[in-house]
């Protein structure tokens, strides 16, 4: 009798032990630093703020555009290097045309002459891009945050309300977007939205990647594997032409690893129109909305290694054509090709392509998707 109370006890014990042991492993997790990241022009105050991992990898974030700062992350011998481009103040950000680190949106990537018709009705929106719309206004807005660290990781949610008739979009749009960085080396971006009036979106995350440090250098001997057997090809002013081409015997497959560099200033159409590559990749992913390793980057140097996984049905590889000496962090300045992006997106001017899948949105619906950007090293 008294040996089963004695054990039941012990029991007792052990398991406020593991509670007291566990509450504080999640306060260490929620302890995210945070920063002022200056004032905007209109006086609203910004804010920079530092997760970091078990592993020592630190991501910091802003909530300026929900813009992706700093991502310090280790090679092969331990040492870290922060591998995005970025600036070292919110002028930067402010000024910037580039969309470095942005959560982009409302919708990411073109919209032909700045026009789509929904249920009917003919929307126009802001022209910014020649006659075309490009990438919206999110990344100079300022969003609301909120700590929501838990035992997945040091978690930052952004919210933002894009008003009925912003840049000329339909309906108003309540968009959230959790960053939570984990202890397997992932930025995880978990992106939500609904609205009131029928709608087209598309969010993506516009980093610059460069996996030997921000600032190194170009990119051209960094490898690429992308996870598709077809691509969406351009016109001149980077439309696509609707056609789903399929990428053998072309410089853009890159179903097995290959340098960024090896073909890029081969003697092909699609390379010209896009001063390199700046093009949607149609994702061989068979369960339509299921996370899939859509890409992966190496740099040989390194040995770094980043994982693109997404929900979405396309990714851009854009290699940083238009960079033309930026002045970027630490006095580092950035040239042609000096990055490269894999932005997860629905495919560029979806709206006004039947055949792509769809981009709209409608009161009621619940639009949800998760891209994660892992690293690791070999
Ligand atoms: C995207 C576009 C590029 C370029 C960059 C921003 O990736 O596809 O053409 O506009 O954004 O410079």
């Not at 959230?176 to 930025?187: A, I, Q």
């Not at 081969?266 to 390793?293: C, I, P, R």
């Not at 940083?320 to 000496?325: K, M």
Request: net charge neutral; proline share 3%.
């Amino acid at each position: 009798m008294l040996r089963r109370r004695e054990t039941i006890i012990g029991m007792l014990f052990c398991f406020i032990a593991v509670m007291f042991v566990s509450g504080l492993q999640a306060e260490a997790k929620s302890k995210m630093q945070k920063q002022s990241f200056g004032k905007t022009e209109d006086g609203q105050q910004v804010d920079l703020y530092i997760l970091t991992n078990k592993n020592g990898m630190e991501a910091a974030i802003t909530n300026y555009g929900g813009t992706v700062v700093s991502l310090m992350v280790p090679d092969r011998n331990g040492k870290r290097d922060d591998v995005v481009l970025g600036y070292d103040t919110l002028d930067g950000y402010a000024t910037g045309k580039a969309y470095i680190g942005a959560t982009v949106g409302r919708y990411a990537n073109r919209i032909a002459h700045a026009t789509f018709t929904l249920d009917g009705i003919t929307y126009k929106l802001a022209k910014n891009d020649g006659d075309n719309h490009l990438h919206g206004g999110f990344n100079k807005r300022v969003w609301t945050a909120r700590d929501v660290s838990s035992n997945a990781g040091q978690a930052l949610e952004l919210t933002y309300l894009s008003k009925d008739g912003e840049e000329g979009f339909p309906g108003n749009l309540p968009v959230k977007v959790v960053y939570t960085l984990t202890d397997k080396n992932e930025l995880k971006i978990d992106y939500s939205a609904t609205t009131d009036k029928d709608t087209v979106l598309n969010l993506t995350n516009h980093a610059y990647f460069n996996l030997a440090g921000q600032g190194n250098g170009d990119i051209l001997q960094q490898q690429i594997m992308i996870k598709a057997d077809r691509f969406t090809p351009i016109d001149a002013v980077s439309i696509p032409t609707g056609e789903l081409r399929s990428v053998k015997g072309t410089p853009f497959d890159f179903t097995t690893a290959m340098a960024i560099g090896a073909r890029i200033d081969q003697d092909d159409q699609q390379l010209k129109m896009g001063n390199g590559y700046d093009h949607n990749w149609v994702l061989n992913n068979e369960k339509a909305g299921s996370l899939f390793l859509a890409a992966q980057a190496y740099d040989p140097h390194s040995g770094r290694v980043l994982e693109v996984l997404t929900t979405q049905p396309g990714i851009q590889l854009y290699t940083g054509n238009f960079l033309d000496g930026i002045h970027g962090k630490d006095g580092k300045v950035y040239n042609r090709r000096y990055a490269f992006c894999l932005e997860t997106q629905h495919f560029p001017d979806s709206p006004n392509h039947p055949n792509f899948p769809t981009a709209e949105l409608k009161p009621g619906q619940h639009f949800e998707s998760t891209t994660v950007y892992k690293f690791s090293t070999k």
